[in-house]
Protein backbone atom coordinates (compact mmCIF):
# COMPACT_ATOMS: atom_id res chain seq x y z
CA UNK A 1 0.00 0.00 0.00
CA UNK A 2 1.21 3.64 -0.80
CA UNK A 3 1.07 6.46 1.84
CA UNK A 4 2.74 9.98 2.45
CA UNK A 5 3.83 11.72 5.04
CA UNK A 6 4.54 16.06 5.32
CA UNK A 7 6.38 15.98 8.11
CA UNK A 8 5.75 19.72 8.82
CA UNK A 9 1.99 20.96 8.91
CA UNK A 10 2.90 24.68 8.89
CA UNK A 11 6.49 26.47 7.93
CA UNK A 12 6.44 30.25 8.07
CA UNK A 13 9.53 31.86 6.43
CA UNK A 14 10.92 35.37 5.61
CA UNK A 15 10.45 36.84 2.37
CA UNK A 16 13.99 35.94 -0.03
CA UNK A 17 14.69 33.13 2.69
CA UNK A 18 15.23 29.38 1.49
CA UNK A 19 12.47 26.91 2.18
CA UNK A 20 12.49 23.09 2.47
CA UNK A 21 9.24 21.22 2.44
CA UNK A 22 9.71 17.71 3.77
CA UNK A 23 8.08 14.57 2.22
CA UNK A 24 8.66 10.89 2.61
CA UNK A 25 6.42 8.11 1.15
CA UNK A 26 6.10 4.02 1.50
CA UNK A 27 5.56 2.04 -1.51
CA UNK A 28 6.14 -1.72 -2.38
CA UNK A 29 6.00 -0.92 -5.93
CA UNK A 30 8.06 1.76 -8.62
CA UNK A 31 6.19 5.04 -7.95
CA UNK A 32 5.64 8.37 -9.58
CA UNK A 33 5.44 11.46 -7.41
CA UNK A 34 4.11 15.14 -7.54
CA UNK A 35 3.53 18.36 -5.81
CA UNK A 36 0.42 20.47 -5.47
CA UNK A 37 -0.09 23.64 -4.53
CA UNK A 38 -3.36 25.01 -3.50
CA UNK A 39 -3.95 29.24 -2.89
CA UNK A 40 -6.80 30.32 -0.55
CA UNK A 41 -10.32 29.12 -2.14
CA UNK A 42 -8.75 27.96 -5.57
CA UNK A 43 -8.58 23.94 -6.64
CA UNK A 44 -5.06 22.00 -6.44
CA UNK A 45 -2.54 22.61 -9.08
CA UNK A 46 0.49 20.61 -10.57
CA UNK A 47 3.84 22.13 -9.21
CA UNK A 48 6.11 19.57 -10.10
CA UNK A 49 6.47 15.46 -11.06
CA UNK A 50 8.86 12.49 -10.73
CA UNK A 51 7.86 10.11 -13.50
CA UNK A 52 11.46 8.64 -14.26
CA UNK A 53 15.11 9.79 -15.51
CA UNK A 54 16.80 12.74 -13.34
CA UNK A 55 16.19 12.63 -9.77
CA UNK A 56 16.11 16.39 -9.65
CA UNK A 57 13.13 18.09 -11.24
CA UNK A 58 11.87 21.58 -11.29
CA UNK A 59 8.92 23.71 -11.77
CA UNK A 60 9.13 27.25 -13.98
CA UNK A 61 8.58 29.20 -10.37
CA UNK A 62 11.85 28.47 -9.17
CA UNK A 63 10.60 24.96 -7.22
CA UNK A 64 12.73 21.94 -7.30
CA UNK A 65 12.29 18.45 -5.79
CA UNK A 66 14.88 15.65 -5.89
CA UNK A 67 13.97 12.09 -5.76
CA UNK A 68 15.59 9.93 -3.78
CA UNK A 69 14.75 6.12 -3.55
CA UNK A 70 16.99 5.05 -0.47
CA UNK A 71 15.49 7.75 1.75
CA UNK A 72 12.09 7.13 0.50
CA UNK A 73 11.63 10.80 0.14
CA UNK A 74 10.88 14.02 -2.18
CA UNK A 75 11.43 17.69 -0.64
CA UNK A 76 10.42 20.49 -2.20
CA UNK A 77 12.95 23.21 -2.16
CA UNK A 78 13.23 26.86 -3.15
CA UNK A 79 16.59 29.31 -2.73
CA UNK A 80 14.46 32.30 -1.82
CA UNK A 81 11.04 32.32 -1.17
CA UNK A 82 8.21 35.28 -2.71
CA UNK A 83 5.35 36.57 -0.78
CA UNK A 84 2.95 34.85 -3.86
CA UNK A 85 4.58 31.49 -2.91
CA UNK A 86 2.24 31.81 0.39
CA UNK A 87 0.03 28.82 0.04
CA UNK A 88 -0.54 24.33 1.15
CA UNK A 89 1.63 22.39 -0.56
CA UNK A 90 0.52 18.70 -0.95
CA UNK A 91 2.66 15.56 -1.80
CA UNK A 92 1.14 12.56 -3.83
CA UNK A 93 2.21 9.65 -4.20
CA UNK A 94 0.82 7.06 -7.72
CA UNK A 95 -1.14 3.90 -6.00
CA UNK A 96 -2.70 1.55 -8.36
CA UNK A 97 -5.91 3.60 -9.38
CA UNK A 98 -4.96 7.07 -8.15
CA UNK A 99 -3.09 9.18 -6.36
CA UNK A 100 -2.72 9.38 -2.37
CA UNK A 101 -1.98 12.83 -0.60
CA UNK A 102 -0.28 13.77 2.17
CA UNK A 103 -1.86 15.67 4.68
CA UNK A 104 0.09 19.27 3.61
CA UNK A 105 1.79 21.98 4.26
CA UNK A 106 0.91 25.40 4.94
CA UNK A 107 3.77 27.69 3.72
CA UNK A 108 3.71 31.31 5.11
CA UNK A 109 5.92 34.06 3.70
CA UNK A 110 6.31 36.93 6.33
CA UNK A 111 7.52 40.11 4.70
CA UNK B 1 -10.85 25.64 -21.71
CA UNK B 2 -12.69 25.37 -19.21
CA UNK B 3 -10.72 22.47 -18.29
CA UNK B 4 -12.77 20.60 -14.70
CA UNK B 5 -16.03 22.57 -13.71
CA UNK B 6 -17.89 21.86 -10.42
CA UNK B 7 -21.38 22.81 -9.52
CA UNK B 8 -22.75 24.36 -7.10
CA UNK B 9 -19.39 26.12 -4.67
CA UNK B 10 -21.08 26.40 -1.79
CA UNK B 11 -24.24 24.35 -0.44
CA UNK B 12 -25.84 24.24 2.76
CA UNK B 13 -27.92 20.87 3.39
CA UNK B 14 -30.08 19.80 6.12
CA UNK B 15 -29.02 16.53 7.89
CA UNK B 16 -31.04 13.80 6.02
CA UNK B 17 -31.50 16.17 2.42
CA UNK B 18 -30.09 14.33 -0.62
CA UNK B 19 -27.99 16.23 -3.34
CA UNK B 20 -25.88 15.64 -6.35
CA UNK B 21 -22.87 17.62 -6.62
CA UNK B 22 -21.76 18.23 -10.46
CA UNK B 23 -18.58 17.74 -11.99
CA UNK B 24 -17.48 18.42 -16.11
CA UNK B 25 -14.42 17.59 -17.92
CA UNK B 26 -13.79 19.21 -21.25
CA UNK B 27 -10.57 17.36 -21.84
CA UNK B 28 -11.89 14.02 -22.49
CA UNK B 29 -9.67 12.61 -20.05
CA UNK B 30 -10.54 8.85 -19.16
CA UNK B 31 -9.83 9.08 -15.48
CA UNK B 32 -12.14 11.27 -13.07
CA UNK B 33 -12.36 11.08 -8.99
CA UNK B 34 -13.65 12.76 -6.44
CA UNK B 35 -11.60 13.96 -3.16
CA UNK B 36 -12.39 15.30 -0.17
CA UNK B 37 -10.57 17.77 2.01
CA UNK B 38 -10.77 17.78 5.81
CA UNK B 39 -8.34 20.08 7.67
CA UNK B 40 -5.31 18.28 9.13
CA UNK B 41 -6.64 15.20 6.92
CA UNK B 42 -5.11 16.06 3.22
CA UNK B 43 -7.21 14.72 0.47
CA UNK B 44 -8.96 11.50 0.62
CA UNK B 45 -10.27 9.56 -2.41
CA UNK B 46 -14.29 8.48 -2.19
CA UNK B 47 -14.80 7.55 -5.60
CA UNK B 48 -13.01 7.15 -8.81
CA UNK B 49 -13.77 5.98 -12.30
CA UNK B 50 -10.96 4.60 -15.25
CA UNK B 51 -13.65 5.22 -18.20
CA UNK B 52 -17.30 5.70 -18.86
CA UNK B 53 -19.49 3.04 -17.59
CA UNK B 54 -16.98 1.83 -14.72
CA UNK B 55 -16.54 3.24 -11.36
CA UNK B 56 -15.07 1.81 -8.06
CA UNK B 57 -14.61 2.85 -4.73
CA UNK B 58 -11.79 5.00 -2.60
CA UNK B 59 -10.67 5.48 0.37
CA UNK B 60 -14.10 6.96 2.35
CA UNK B 61 -17.46 5.28 -0.04
CA UNK B 62 -19.28 5.25 2.14
CA UNK B 63 -22.72 7.75 2.08
CA UNK B 64 -21.70 8.47 -1.38
CA UNK B 65 -22.88 6.99 -4.82
CA UNK B 66 -21.54 7.89 -8.19
CA UNK B 67 -21.91 7.04 -12.07
CA UNK B 68 -20.31 7.93 -15.21
CA UNK B 69 -22.85 7.47 -18.65
CA UNK B 70 -20.23 9.99 -20.08
CA UNK B 71 -16.73 10.62 -20.67
CA UNK B 72 -17.18 14.16 -19.83
CA UNK B 73 -19.58 14.16 -16.26
CA UNK B 74 -18.93 12.56 -13.28
CA UNK B 75 -21.54 13.46 -10.49
CA UNK B 76 -21.35 12.79 -6.60
CA UNK B 77 -24.03 11.88 -5.04
CA UNK B 78 -25.00 12.26 -1.23
CA UNK B 79 -27.79 10.16 -0.35
CA UNK B 80 -28.46 11.82 2.87
CA UNK B 81 -26.62 14.18 3.97
CA UNK B 82 -24.99 14.13 7.49
CA UNK B 83 -22.72 16.41 9.51
CA UNK B 84 -19.90 14.39 9.09
CA UNK B 85 -20.34 15.09 5.05
CA UNK B 86 -19.26 18.54 6.08
CA UNK B 87 -16.02 19.12 3.64
CA UNK B 88 -14.26 20.72 0.67
CA UNK B 89 -15.27 18.32 -2.50
CA UNK B 90 -12.65 18.25 -5.40
CA UNK B 91 -13.05 16.76 -8.56
CA UNK B 92 -10.23 15.69 -11.02
CA UNK B 93 -9.68 14.31 -14.02
CA UNK B 94 -6.57 12.76 -15.81
CA UNK B 95 -5.25 11.53 -19.28
CA UNK B 96 -4.05 7.80 -17.42
CA UNK B 97 -3.86 6.16 -14.00
CA UNK B 98 -0.47 8.20 -13.51
CA UNK B 99 -0.59 11.30 -14.76
CA UNK B 100 -0.74 15.03 -14.15
CA UNK B 101 -4.41 14.97 -12.33
CA UNK B 102 -6.43 18.54 -13.10
CA UNK B 103 -8.57 19.65 -10.17
CA UNK B 104 -11.91 21.71 -9.92
CA UNK B 105 -12.48 24.92 -7.80
CA UNK B 106 -14.10 22.33 -5.40
CA UNK B 107 -17.45 22.65 -3.58
CA UNK B 108 -18.06 23.63 -0.29
CA UNK B 109 -20.55 21.63 1.65
CA UNK B 110 -21.86 22.42 4.98
CA UNK B 111 -24.53 19.63 6.63
CA UNK B 112 -26.20 21.41 9.56
Redesign the interface.
Known amino acids: AQSVTQLDSQVPVFEEAPVELRCNYSSSVSVYLFWYVQYPNQGLQLLLKYLSGSTLVESINGFEAEFNKSQTSFHLRKPSVHISDTAEYFCAVSGSNNLFFGTGTRLTVIP | NAG?TQTPKFQVLKTGQSMTLQCAQDMNHE?M?W?RQDP??????IH?S?GAGIT?Q?EVPNGYNVSRSTTEDFPLRLLSAAPSQTSVY?C?SSTR??G???????TRLTVV
Open positions: VYSYGMGLRLYVDGFARYEAFFGQG
